[in-house]
């Protein structure tokens, strides 16, 4: 259970923009997101695809190369600016302080050597261990993440094992040096429905064993359902609803997250017939609508949606929408 007593950041990451030069201009992917993330808690950062969900998570990882990307912003870590931080400084608080679960491992693992080789690599960059310490933690990790025989498995090479197995691997080396922070972007998504959940309680049992923080990243409100503390929902490029998951879930304040909760199927009572989809489709990052990004997809727009919503709280949420605005207070005025 996540602990509610106030504590400081873990990660605070205020305006953060990722733009790239193009033939077409500069092309803005994130714009301006700011959040928090405080010790021990579990939160789940969604959206469709394109939203800008996966690029804020590798903007915080460091692992954007693209050399026609522009950063702007804050990153800090434990009150450390990670913008601007030289690769070597950065490569120690990687995979050591701050690790990341990839989509998919098959492509995030090496593919010519082993598991526990790959595992062990990990341990002895950030800790002082022999390589014989080294493979028997592997070993141990692997046994942590339900891994039957991690003796054998070890010796894997990752195309040699199922889905769901490279991922427990992919787990088990995020996990080698003890972060303080995990980043799991999409880790389910080619997963079956059975393993999905296997991976999930996974994250779920090591983020409260381990005491890390977690950031899930997701475009499935289901998987935010059965995991997250909190939830912050990212829609074109821009965060437009953060909160607890009980208050989200229930009393939804933009009406994109209102569509996102509409679209699954209900986890208890009779199933509808057929389920509410959002019309349209998403922007393109290269052609945005002016206002409310979401206004052109929205039953609720109105004459003030031509001009960006500020943040407005309401109680625990904070709401991009001018449709509560005679009831919330706009965030960058009064806050608790």
Known sequence: MLDRTPSEPLLSVDSLTVSFRTEHGLITAVDKVSFAIRPGELVSLVGESGSGKSLTSLAVMGLITDPNAILTGSIRYKGRELVGLSRHKLQAVRGNE?????????????????????????????RKLTKKQARTRAIELLAEMGMPSPEVQVDRYPHQLSGGMRQRAMIAMALSCDPSLLIADEPTTALDVTVQAQILRLIEQLQRNHGSAVILVTHDMGVVAEVADRVMVMYAGRIVEEGPKEPVFMHPGHPYTEGLLRSIPPMHGVRPHRLIAIPGAPPSPANRPPGCRFSPRCAYRYEPCGIDPPLFRKEQQDIACYRAEALLEPVGVQRP
């Open 98 to 126: 701050i690790a990341m679960i990839f989509q998919d491992p098959m492509s995030a693992m090496t593919p010519v050597y082993t598991i526990g080789w790959q595992i062990a690599e990990q341990l002895r960059a950030h």
